[in-house]
């Protein structure tokens, strides 16, 4: 277990298969065990697996855009719209706000960012690839109400998940003293 959290690497060229629904509960399973402040579960995730659903996810992309840039010329319009289909499933990553006076909503961010590393490792380890993905539409508040999400909501990424269609490249490991010191 040691050995896949250090070797773990993303991977953004995915292909079919997605993570099959058994995988895909374990890999759940493992992100549902993330550390949690109170026990709020602050989390919700969204899968859209196929080309339909990739292509409505694409669609609340596209329409989230054009609500900051009704200009957006068509090449570019083409290229948001076609994001999710870089893989056959995107799961988006929610941390929700349950204003609760004792977890501030960082909390809650960071249980749900702990979350999504439980979700990425664990595919890993089933032999899967995934890439976390954020940019602008992340942060764009017009994503919200198509993924009937709460306003004060944070939306943590856009999980990428397949099977790698190249090999992964291994990636050396930072050295432990340039991070750690001991006080
Ligand atoms: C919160 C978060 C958001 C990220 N957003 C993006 C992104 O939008 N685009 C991107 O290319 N990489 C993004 N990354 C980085 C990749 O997921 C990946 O971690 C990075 O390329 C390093 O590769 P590795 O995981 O194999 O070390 C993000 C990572 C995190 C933690």
């Not at 004792?102 to 899967?128: F, R, T, W």
Request: one cysteine or more; aromatic letters at 8%; hydrophobic letters at 40%.
């Amino acid at each position: 277990m040691i050995e896949s959290i250090i070797n773990r690497v993303s991977c953004g060229r995915l292909e079919a298969p997605a993570p099959s629904k058994e995988h895909l509960d374990l890999m759940f399973k493992a992100a549902l065990r993330a550390p949690d402040h109170k026990g709020l579960k602050p989390w919700e995730y969204i899968v859209f697996e196929g080309e339909e659903a990739l292509s409505r996810f694409g669609e609340y992309l596209l329409q989230a855009s054009l609500k900051d840039n009704p200009d957006l010329d068509e090449a570019k319009q083409e290229k948001i719209k076609n994001k999710p289909h870089r893989a056959p499933m995107v799961v988006v990553a929610v941390a929700k706000a349950n204003n609760n006076p004792k977890v501030p909503h960082v909390e809650e961010i960071l249980s749900a960012g702990a979350g999504v590393q439980n979700l990425i490792l664990g595919a890993y380890d089933l032999g899967y690839g995934a890439y976390w993905r954020t940019g602008s539409l992340a942060f764009n508040d017009h994503m919200k109400q198509p993924l009937s999400l709460d306003f004060e909501d944070t939306i943590i990424g856009f999980i990428y998940l397949g099977t790698p269609s190249v090999e992964l490249k291994s990636k050396p490991v930072p050295e432990v003293d340039d991070f750690v010191r001991w006080g």
